[in-house]
C-alpha cells in the first residue's frame, strides 16, 4: 500500500516538470518545423535542435544531479558550483601545460581537477555541516574567491591545450555518433540514481533534510550525511567543469560555469523538487536542466540575442514556477468552487 502511495506522488511530482518541457518543446515545433529534424552530418555525427539541446544540457543535469541531494539534505543550496568548475578546469589544464604534449598523463590531470573539486565540495560541508553555516553564506565564500582561486593557478592567463584528445570529452569520439558529454551526463545520472535508490542512502539524505535533530536520535549520523552531500555536489562540479573546459579546449577563469549555479539551483526547483529540503526527485531535475536548455535554445532559434535571454527566459520561468505554486493551485481551486456555488443558487433561485 505505502509504495502504491509513494509511486502515485512521484508520478504526480513529475507531472508539472514534463508538462513544462512539453509545451517549450510545441512551441518550439510551431517556430521552428525543423526542430525535431535530426540528421547525420559528413563526419557521421548526429547533429539537430534535440541533440543540441541534450549536449548542451550535460553539464546542466550534471550540477542538478549533486544540487538535488545539497537541497534534499540541509534544504540549502551550494552557490559555488560554477566557480568550481572554473577552479577545476584551471587545476586541470596547469597540469596538462600548454605544449604540444601533455606534460602529465592526461587522467591524473582530470582526477586532480575533480579532486580539487571534491575538495571545495567538503570544504562546503565541512562549514555547513559542522560549523552550522547557513549554506547560502558558507557557498558564497567560494562563490566569490573560487575564480579568484582560478586565475591564480593560471596566472590570470587563458590556457590553451593544444593536444587533440583534449577535445574529445567536450565534442565527439572518434566513430561515435553522439557527442560525448551526453553519455558522461547518462553515466552521472544513472549511478547517482542507483546510488540512491539501492542503497539506503538516499533515505537517509531525505530523513535528514526533513528532521535532522529527529534522525539524529534513531541513530544517522546528520552532520556526515550533509557533509558527504556537499562533497559530491564538488564531485560532480568538477565533472561538469571538465567537459566545460574540453567544450572550448582552453581555461577561462571568468567565464568557465559562469552563472550556472543559478541555472542548477532552478532545474532543482523545476523538477518539482521542495527547497525546504526531504523528498527529492532525481529525475525531475534532469528534466528541469533539459527545459532550462530547451528554452535558451529555443529562444537562440527565434532570433533573441544572448543580452536580452535573461529577460525572456525570466519571463517564462515565472509562468512555469507558478504553474507549479500549490497557492496558486488552490487559488484556482477555490475560486472554481465559488462559481459551481453561485451557478447552483442561481439555479434555486429561479
Do not use: H
Amino acid at each position: 500500500m505505502n509504495s502504491q502511495i509513494v509511486k502515485k506522488v512521484t508520478k504526480y511530482r513529475l507531472f508539472w516538470p514534463l508538462v513544462c518541457l512539453f509545451a517549450v518543446l510545441v512551441v518550439n515545433l510551431i517556430r521552428t518545423p525543423d526542430f525535431f529534424n535530426i540528421s547525420i552530418n559528413s563526419k557521421g555525427v548526429l547533429y539537430g535542435y534535440l541533440i543540441d539541446i541534450i549536449n548542451r544540457s550535460s553539464e546542466l543535469i550534471i550540477l542538478a544531479a549533486g544540487m538535488t541531494v545539497c537541497v534534499a539534505s540541509s534544504a540549502g543550496t551550494d552557490i559555488s558550483v560554477g566557480s568550481v568548475m572554473a577552479v577545476t578546469g584551471a587545476v586541470t589544464c596547469f597540469l596538462l601545460g600548454t605544449g604540444d604534449a601533455y606534460n602529465i598523463p592526461y587522467v591524473l590531470a582530470v582526477v586532480a581537477g575533480i579532486l580539487a573539486a571534491t575538495a571545495c565540495g567538503a570544504w562546503n560541508g565541512f562549514l555547513v555541516a559542522k560549523m552550522k553555516i547557513q549554506p547560502m553564506v558558507a557557498t558564497l565564500i567560494l562563490f566569490t574567491a573560487g575564480r579568484g582561486i582560478a586565475q591564480l593557478i593560471t596566472g590570470g592567463n587563458i590556457l590553451y591545450i593544444k593536444v587533440k584528445s583534449f577535445k574529445y570529452l567536450g565534442s565527439v569520439l572518434p566513430g561515435v555518433p553522439l557527442p560525448t558529454p551526453i553519455f558522461v551526463a547518462a553515466a552521472v545520472v544513472l549511478l547517482t540514481s542507483l546510488l540512491l535508490k539501492k542503497s539506503a542512502i538516499g533515505m537517509y539524505v531525505q530523513s535528514v533534510g526533513i528532521n535532522a535533530k529527529a534522525s539524529k536520535l534513531i541513530g544517522l549520523n546528520s552532520t556526515l550525511i550533509i557533509f558527504l552531500t556537499y562533497a559530491f555536489c564538488g564531485l560532480c562540479s568538477g565533472i561538469a567543469g571538465t567537459i566545460a573546459t574540453s567544450r572550448i579546449y582552453s581555461i577561462d577563469a571568468n567565464n568557465v560555469g559562469l552563472n550556472l549555479e543559478m541555472d542548477a539551483i532552478l532545474a532543482v526547483a523545476l523538477g518539482g523538487n521542495s527547497l525546504a529540503g526531504g523528498k527529492f526527485s532525481l529525475a525531475g531535475s534532469v528534466i528541469g536542466a533539459v527545459t532550462i536548455q530547451a528554452l535558451s535554445t529555443s529562444l537562440y532559434s527565434m532570433g533573441v540575442s544572448a543580452d536580452q535571454l535573461p529577460v525572456y527566459k525570466a519571463i517564462v520561468v515565472i509562468i512555469i514556477v507558478s504553474l507549479q505554486s500549490k497557492q496558486l493551485k488552490k487559488f484556482f481551486k477555490n475560486f472554481s468552487q465559488k462559481q459551481k456555488i453561485s451557478g447552483a443558487g442561481e439555479k434555486v433561485t429561479q
